[in-house]
């Protein structure tokens, strides 16, 4: 396997922002870091609800590892860095923003706040990290949320300029289809157990639970590692009380479950922003403990708000996968980034496929 090296930042982008928040640089073993060759991507990504920038750690790692098993080294696919950004309220950006959260982002986070932060850190309106990234090859990941978010960085101006962007798991749906899942999912959330004695006890609960149960096991063990703090915090002020609970507070997943105004903007918009950048599009198999994702919804998504699969510079699923393919399969994810990073023409000319064709089912 694959070792990656990593370092972290804090971005402030105040007083324009009222929020901050925190991002992650990482670089394999054959990455030059600010290597200006021309074919040399750098990789955004951005997580889904409930997670943080850490969730992707698996998939970096083994999309490094898939790079380094190429048998040319002069023919490899070049990564100039990768970033992870975390959402204002997820992650270590949430125990920063802590107080600043209770103002105006309850009860509704919008994810396109998200999406502001992504562009306010690529176009350098912040301080706290050394970075500037014109001139760099920009490919946006993103899962669910992410996903969304990463589009709506678009939104703002000075305008970015991607490559290309890929999404896992778009969390896109009609008006008409968004009211039970968002109700179904800001109601579990709410409801969900947020305190444990430890870590470890953390760990074990999650792993006896079927909803934990499938996701790959380096996964799991970050969530916990990087996902809960120790208490007492703001929303746990009792400095008796002992143990630990989500750096992402259960109001604050909720309040991100709440926000249908960006996933609604992305269905209305989805066939304009494809011909604004190549979109590489994975949407997996429903997950049937993930009420959003049928397959009449997705098929909808793809049908009448993209107006049609041909409309995807690629299109294809992570086999076996569903909604949460990035914490059940990270090594299929990594290998659907990499098949889109390499595509031909990828950083020079759009090459979509044809109208009704799948490139890949990994």
């Not at 300029?161 to 896109?172: A, D, G, K, N, V």
């Not at 269905?267 to 922003?273: E, I, K, L, S």
């Not at 098929?299 to 995807?312: E, I, K, M, S, T």
């Amino acid at each position: 396997m694959t070792i990656i090296q990593s370092e972290s930042f804090i971005f402030d982008p105040r007083p324009f922002i009222p929020l901050v928040t925190t991002v992650k640089r990482y670089w394999g073993p054959s990455t030059t870091l600010n290597d200006d060759n021309p074919t040399a991507l750098t990789l955004i990504f951005a997580h889904g609800t409930g997670f943080h920038k850490e969730h992707w750690e698996p998939s970096i790692e083994d999309l490094y590892d898939i790079v380094e098993q190429q048998s040319n080294p002069a023919s490899r696919l070049r990564i100039r860095e990768v970033w992870s950004i975390d959402a204002p309220n997820h992650g270590d950006a949430a125990v920063l923003n802590e107080g600043v959260l209770q103002w105006s982002y309850e009860p509704i986070f919008r994810w396109d706040d998200y999406g502001r932060m992504i562009h306010a850190f690529l176009a350098g309106l912040g301080k706290g990290v050394n970075a500037d990234f014109r001139g760099h090859n920009l490919v946006g990941i993103g899962h669910s949320m992410g996903a969304i978010s990463m589009l709506l960085s678009l939104n703002y101006f000075p305008s970015l300029t991607f490559q290309s962007i890929i999404l896992i798991e778009p969390m896109t749906m009609s008006q008409s289809n968004s009211v039970g899942p968002s109700n179904f999912l800001a109601e579990g959330a709410a409801k969900r157990r947020d305190t444990w004695a430890s870590k470890e006890e953390a760990y074990k609960s999650f792993k006896s639970r079927k909803a934990w149960a499938g996701w790959d096991d380096r996964v799991l063990r970050i969530y916990v590692e990087c996902g809960l703090r120790e208490l007492p915090t703001g929303e746990y002020p009792d400095k008796e009380q002992k143990g630990v609970t989500l750096k992402c507070t259960r109001r604050q997943e909720t309040a991100s479950y709440r926000d249908t105004h960006g996933f609604s903007i992305i269905y209305r918009d989805f066939a304009t922003y494809c011909k604004r950048v190549p979109i590489h599009s994975d949407t997996n198999d429903p997950s049937p403990t993930h009420p959003n994702s049928p397959s009449q919804v997705k098929q909808d998504v793809n049908d009448n708000a993209v107006g049609g699969v041909h409309n995807f510079a690629s299109f294809s699923r992570v086999e076996g996968a569903g909604h949460l393919a990035p914490q059940t399969h990270p090594r299929g994810v990594a290998e659907r980034i990499y098949e889109a990073l390499t595509m031909t023409g990828h950083n020079r000319t759009r090459t979509p496929i044809q109208k009704g064709q799948v490139t890949a089912k990994l």
